[in-house]
T-cell receptor, first 113, second 111 residues
Framework: GEEVAQTPKHLVRGEGQKAKLYCAPI?????VFWYQQVLKNEFKFLISFQNENVFDETGMPKERFSAKCLPNSPCSLEIQATKLEDSAVYFC???????????FGPGTRLLVL | QKEVEQDPGPLSVPEGAIVSLNCTYSNSAFQYFMWYRQYSRKGPELLMY????GNKEDGRFTAQVDKSSKYISLFIRDSQPSDSATYLC???????????FGKGTKLSVKP
């Protein structure tokens, strides 16, 4: 597609439940990036993929967060056993190459109660 | 010290004013500089993309990068109420490609 698509738009989970977010990058883009935006507009980089391969996972809280980009499927970000502090908007971005323009999706707003 | 500093505002200007937004950074490895606009409850939308130092103009928007001072700016001419949004600077460098964002400046253009 011509835009980055993210689903769902909103997600509400009780503390300790699992959350799974999806991202379909722009067709032809090789790189996918996940960012977390918390209060006061703070963007935090989580993980990036080059096609199906993890490229950089230095931002991922490894204990509960995992992500995948499989061929012919949307990319996913999964949070096991959500905590209150995971409440944030999760953005996916894609780019043709890692230093080229990143185009952002509309985000998934996760609320953990 | 954060890697990228940006005054969060808010900044309020009358319609037609020239707006100046800026960011400073500390990492000399940054080479790619971007300005994104984010409307409330939406994803960031790219406005300007600049590589290394210099100026770039696109319509009412001008981006400037001064690597020697580690300072980047975005100017908006003839500002419109539709420009009311949060403006985020972002930058990257090295081999990783992930963006480091400023905190964003909230701009309000009053009719």
């Amino acid at each position: 597609g011509e835009e980055v698509a993210q689903t769902p738009k909103h997600l509400v989970r009780g503390e300790g439940q699992k959350a799974k977010l999806y991202c379909a990058p722009i067709k032809g883009h090789s790189y996918v990036f996940w960012y977390q935006q918390v209060l006061k507009n703070e963007f935090k980089f989580l993980i990036s993929f080059q096609n199906e391969n993890v490229f950089d996972e230095t931002g991922m809280p490894k204990e509960r967060f995992s992500a995948k980009c499989l061929p012919n499927s949307p990319c996913s970000l999964e949070i096991q056993a959500t905590k209150l502090e995971d409440s944030a908007v999760y953005f996916c971005a894609s780019s043709r190459d890692r230093q080229e323009t990143q185009y952002f999706g509309p985000g998934t707003r996760l609320l953990v109660l | 010290q954060k890697e990228v500093e940006q005054d969060p505002g808010p900044l309020s200007v009358p319609e037609g004013a020239i707006v100046s937004l800026n960011c400073t950074y500390s990492n000399s490895a940054f080479q790619y500089f971007m300005w994104y606009r984010q409307y409330s409850r939406k994803g960031p939308e790219l406005l300007m993309y600049t590589y290394s130092s210099g100026n770039k103009e696109d319509g009412r928007f001008t981006a400037q990068v001064d690597k020697s001072s580690k300072y980047i700016s975005l100017f908006i001419r003839d500002s419109q109420p539709s420009d009311s949004a949060t403006y985020l600077c972002a930058m990257s460098g090295g081999s990783q490609g992930n963006l480091i964002f400023g905190k964003g400046t909230k701009l309000s253009v009053k009719p």
